[in-house]
C-alpha cells in the first residue's frame, strides 16, 4: 500500500494521523528487529507447547486461541523487545567504531608499501636481453 493511499484511507475513516510520519523500514534478515516476526515466534512456540494432537485442526484451533488472546500489552511487549534488541545493536556497533576499529593494525605498513613501490619501479627500468 503507498503512502498516499494510506493517508487516503485514514481520512476516510476519520483517523488522526501525523503528516510528518516516514514509513518504517525494516532490515532485511534481521527478525530481531520486527515486532510482528516477535509475535510469530510467539505464535509458533504456544502452538508448539500445547500441541498434543499433533492434527491440522489442533493447529488451527490453538493459533485462533493465541491470536484472540494477543492484545495491546503483547503488542507493546514486542515492540519494547525489539527496542531492547536495536539498543543492543547500536551500542555494540559503537563500541566497534570507538574502541576496535582505531586499534586495527593495517597488514601492510607505510615502509612496506614503500618498498612494494620501489621495487614495481626498478622492474619497469630492467630489460630482459
Not at 493447529?59 to 511487549?77: H, R, T
Not at 576499529?101 to 622492474?123: C, G, K, M, R, Y
Amino acid at each position: 500500500m503507498r503512502k498516499n493511499q494510506i493517508i487516503e484511507w485514514l481520512e476516510n475513516h476519520g483517523i488522526e494521523f501525523d503528516s510528518t510520519l516516514k514509513k518504517f523500514k525494516l532490515p532485511v534478515r534481521h527478525c530481531s528487529l520486527n515486532p510482528v516476526e516477535i509475535a510469530w515466534a510467539g505464535l509458533k512456540e504456544y502452538v508448539r507447547k500445547n500441541n498434543t494432537s499433533f492434527s491440522l485442526a489442533s493447529v488451527y484451533e490453538l493459533a485462533s486461541e493465541f491470536i484472540a488472546d494477543f492484545d495491546d500489552k503483547a503488542a507493546q511487549s514486542a515492540i519494547r523487545r525489539t527496542e531492547k534488541v536495536e539498543t543492543t545493536y547500536k551500542a555494540a556497533d559503537e563500541f566497534v567504531e570507538n574502541t576496535v576499529e582505531p586499534q586495527l593494525i593495517d597488514d601492510v605498513s607505510d615502509t612496506e608499501t614503500n618498498n612494494l613501490s620501489d621495487a614495481s619501479d626498478d622492474s619497469t627500468e630492467l630489460s630482459l636481453y
